[in-house]
């Protein structure tokens, strides 16, 4: 399941603005890699490259490689739809569907992509409730509206709707920034928990949550506003936090640590 | 507020004067807005109740009777509003969402998106007779065809189309591009996004739309009185060039006589219509507020 990702020579564009350049790094399956550096410095812009959802903003394209287990996502014919059911993705503000009931949120990759075995849908939204370690919270209440949540309950929420279509990897955007301490230390250990199976890009402004829960750091920086963000280093969490080998990244951590 | 220091004391007589002029001026104002209303109002009650509440208004129509002879309902205008209502709806709400959604989901930014917003906006701002003469200008003059119900129908869906495109616009503007983007990272396609999480979330919004759009073309009067006969009689087939319709029935007996029983079938049938349309604004209403409700 898990796939690995490379990524080569990545420049992003919003339209004539050049928001990241020259990033190349590679990510292994089953690890958990976190982004940090200064806000602006692209890092949403290179993870949202990773499943393309960047071309949901009029303007954005990208140029250079990246590439899932060796198939390169920007290949000819290569449908971003396909990519998305491989890569998932969860954002920084919870956003379950309004619409729909707990049950129904969990499911909605699959019912809306066709399945309608009701005994598969059950069977899906209890294993991704559970992965998501929500089950024991909600399993009474699974016809309620999923915005009747919490909001750390929430999150947990739309990590269970993107795990449920079973993708590779899952990239997480700041996924505990609105979300209190407790909720925050549920994540964590579910992320720690998902590596078993899958891979995933977390970015983060927490240092100690980057050192908790990732095995590789990459540590992103600008050199200014209006110049592209750059990928300054990526070395194992311990080396990075213990002994980064370039001052910019030393400066940022012990900066942040304060 | 405290009035113990010497500047918090009351205020100079002609601070007070001007205050009492300009409490008056506004009071007198929202008099006159109202009263009009009221008096309106309170007149079509108190002569429309009596015939409305004979059973019979409700389930005959006036085949046999004349402004002379009592007896007879309006069942023959009710039907016609409401069955021209809903072929009216039938037509422009699909065109209407489809519309909104294309100007919103597909288009928005563009200038094919500039170019039908400016058309929906000179839209909006015909006159009904102007579209009722429009109708009748390519249906009878131009194709031939005669007075119809529907030809009436087709004036009311250009009246209605861009109320209810923009009301669809306004609250698939309102849903949060973050569950669009939500839809996309599970790996739905852009038309699914929008007909299974779009459509739904802003559900309850477009539906009161819908309803406001179709109780505001329930009174229109002119395209009627240009296109369709008005008839005594309960017919049903909306291809009929004769069908009552209440705005056309009180037009009708707009000339009856006080005494006459025909004079109370008038205020009768705007009492009917008044009811009808305030019945759609209630249930816009609790559409509204069943939506508010699931959002918690
Ligand atoms: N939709 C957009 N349109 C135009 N420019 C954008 C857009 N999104 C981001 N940018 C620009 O791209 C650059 C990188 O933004 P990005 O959101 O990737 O930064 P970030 O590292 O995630 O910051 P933060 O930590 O604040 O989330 C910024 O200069 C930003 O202004
Ligand atoms: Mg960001």
Redesign the pocket.
Known sequence: MAKRIEVEDLDVY??S?Q??AGVSLVVEPRTVTAFI??????????LRTLNRMHEV?P??YAKGRVSLDGVDLYGPGVDPVAVRRLVGMVFQRPNPFPSMSIYDNVAAGLKLNGTRNKQELDETVERSLRGANLWNEVKDRLNRAGTSLSGGQQQRLCIARAIAVRPDVILM??PCSALDPISTLAIEDLIGELKEQYTVVI?T?NMQQASRVSDRTAF?NLEAQGLP?RLIEINDTETIFSNPSLKATEDYITGRFG | MSTTTGTLTSPRGGRRAVDLVVRVLVYVSALIAIAPLVWILVSIVAEGLPAILSASWWTQDLAGTTDRRAGGGALHAIIGTLEIGLVTAVVAVPVAVMGAIFLIEYARGTRWARLVSFTVDILSGIPSIVAALFVYTLLITLLGLGRSAVAASLALVLLMLPTVLRSTEEMLKLVPDSLREAAYALGLPKWKTVVQVVIPTAFSGIATGVILGLARVMGETAPLLILVAYARNLYLSPTTSNMGTLPTMINSGRNVAETLPGYSRVWGAALTLILLVMGLNLLARGVARAGRLKDR
């Not at chain 1, 550096?37 to 812009?45: E, M, N, V």
Request: net charge negative; aromatic share 12%; with cysteine.
């Open positions: 919003y339209g603005f928001a990241v550096g200064p806000s602006g410095c692209g890092k949403s812009t290179v903003i303007g954005a955007d700041e970015v402004h992103f963000g």
